[in-house]
């Protein structure tokens, strides 16, 4: 099985930047594709971005130009570098990551952007 935990999420204000780590733990050894969802208060979750093992990105219109996924394959993580964040960006960010074993999530991390 694979764990994921996501870290660094926090409060921050309007136009600064944070960056989102998820670690993979476990068997993480046929990790395919990882991602990033969010789920804001009252909404359904959505996704944000997804990279591949050999580095092929794509992203949510809404964060285009602003996120950029990254990975550390070595160290079995990825990274969600966010700037000029908005009050809209708050929402719980999932970490997810496609697996031989199947699809796996972390319990998420909370990004709370004030105005």
């Known amino acids: 099985q694979v764990q994921l935990v996501e870290s660094g999420g926090g409060l921050v204000q309007a136009g600064e930047s944070l960056t989102l780590s998820c670690a993979a733990s476990?068997?993480?050894?046929?990790?395919?594709?990882m991602g990033w969802y969010r789920q804001a208060p009252g909404k359904q979750r959505e996704w944000v971005t997804t990279?591949?093992?050999?580095?092929?990105?794509m992203y949510a219109d809404s964060v285009k130009g602003r996120f950029a996924i990254s990975r550390d394959n070595a160290k079995n993580t990825e990274y969600l570098q966010m700037n000029s964040l908005k009050p809209e960006d708050t929402a719980v960010y999932y970490c997810?990551?496609?697996?031989?074993?199947?699809?796996?999530w972390g319990q998420g991390t909370q990004v709370t952007v004030s105005s």
């Open positions: 990279i591949t093992r050999g580095g092929s990105t």
């Open positions: 476990g068997s993480p050894f046929s990790i395919n594709t």
């Open positions: 997810n990551a496609d697996h031989v074993l199947g699809t796996y």
